[in-house]
Antibody
């Protein structure tokens, strides 16, 4: 059974930093692109970033470019999202999600999410 | 990286059909056959209902179907049931390894 379990969310002051983790199990993690998608309270889904199998390709949404860094450790079956210079508008549930073997592959599994709140 | 355009709401009576549109550009929806649709019930995680424009994952009822014409993709739900009431999001590959989502459509079963 595919499982994605996020952790690391919490309350942080604007300008602060946070590191999210996503532990994957039930599939060969290194064979898939992985994504972070966020959803602000009461709002829609917004793609944040993804990473290819070798962690050599890491595109970002314009809204987080230069502030967020995605990475993965295939030996630990874990996906990460390092978030710096956090803003109030970054407040959202952050979902870890599995893509396909290629960047165009659809997201087929989602974690339960971890809530990030940037507020003073 | 503008979001794909979806109507904020849609509705239909049980047994009826409803279609939700998702409009993008030639750089995303119109340029690739990689449009997906997700269903999200309140407080729940999104679930893929359609991928690659019209393919249904196993376990998704055949009442759900997808299509695309030009820069607009569509999700049709036939034989509406009460449990279909949810938010629906489209997404599309947008080139350069980017993904785009639509703003979401709240489907109400009257």
């Amino acid at each position: 059974e595919v499982q994605l379990v996020e952790s690391g969310g919490g309350l942080v002051q604007p300008g602060g930093s946070l590191r999210l983790s996503c532990a994957a199990s039930g599939f060969t993690f290194s064979n898939y692109w992985m994504h972070w998608v966020r959803q602000a309270p009461g709002k829609g889904l917004v793609w944040v970033s993804c990473v290819n199998r070798a962690a050599s390709i890491r595109p970002y949404a314009d809204s987080v470019k230069g502030r967020f860094t995605i990475s993965r450790d295939n030996a630990k079956n874990t996906l990460y999202l390092e978030m710096t210079s956090l803003r109030a508008e970054d407040t959202a549930m952050y979902y870890c999600a599995r893509g396909g073997p290629y960047s165009s592959g659809h997201i087929d599994y989602w974690g339960q999410g971890t809530l990030v709140t940037a507020s003073s | 990286q503008s979001a794909l355009t979806q109507p904020p709401s849609a509705s239909g009576s049980p047994g009826q059909s409803v279609t939700i549109s998702c409009t993008g550009t030639s750089s995303d929806v119109g340029g690739y056959n990689y449009v997906s649709w997700y269903q999200q019930h309140p407080g729940k995680v999104p679930k893929v209902m359609i991928y690659e424009v019209s393919k249904r994952p196993s376990g998704v009822p055949d009442r759900f179907s997808g299509s695309k014409s030009g820069n607009t993709a569509s999700l049709t739900v036939s034989g509406l049931q009460a449990e279909d009431e949810a938010d629906y999001y489209c997404s599309s590959y947008a080139g350069s390894d980017n993904l785009l989502f639509g703003g979401g459509t709240k489907l109400t079963v009257l």
